[in-house]
């Protein structure tokens, strides 16, 4: 039953977020080749890798107070180790003058 609770929690969060970064998206998109563009798809992949470590901890804290994990949230638990390390990377790629940053960041992480 905690678990339930934990998971309704979860999916509300990771739901409005998505909501909130879709949107951020689709106002990229429609930005029509503003030179402000790189900065909103950094700042946006951040956040997508806020949130995916923000899960991933959530699965780890779920383990070390049962000292389980089952097996479909532990493949959930590794998807959001890549998906964070992914944005981190397209991060990289997109705004060039936070290269360096970005990378120290993610090494921190490792």
Do not use: C, P
């Not at 994990?69 to 493949?75: D, H, M, P």
């Not at 890549?82 to 990289?92: A, G, H, N, W």
């Amino acid at each position: 039953e905690a678990d339930l609770v934990v998971e309704d929690a979860m999916f509300f969060y990771t739901y409005a977020t998505k909501v909130l970064l879709d949107d951020l998206s689709s106002m990229i998109r429609s930005s029509n080749g503003s030179s402000t563009w790189r900065s909103l798809i950094t700042y946006k992949n951040i956040l997508r890798a806020i949130e995916s470590v923000g899960i991933e901890m959530s699965f780890g804290i779920r383990y070390l107070a049962t000292g389980k994990l089952v097996r479909k949230n532990f493949g959930k638990f590794i998807e959001q180790h890549k998906l964070s390390k992914e944005y981190l990377l397209q991060s990289e790629t997109f705004l060039s003058d936070m290269r360096d940053n970005m990378k120290e960041v993610r090494m921190e992480n490792i």
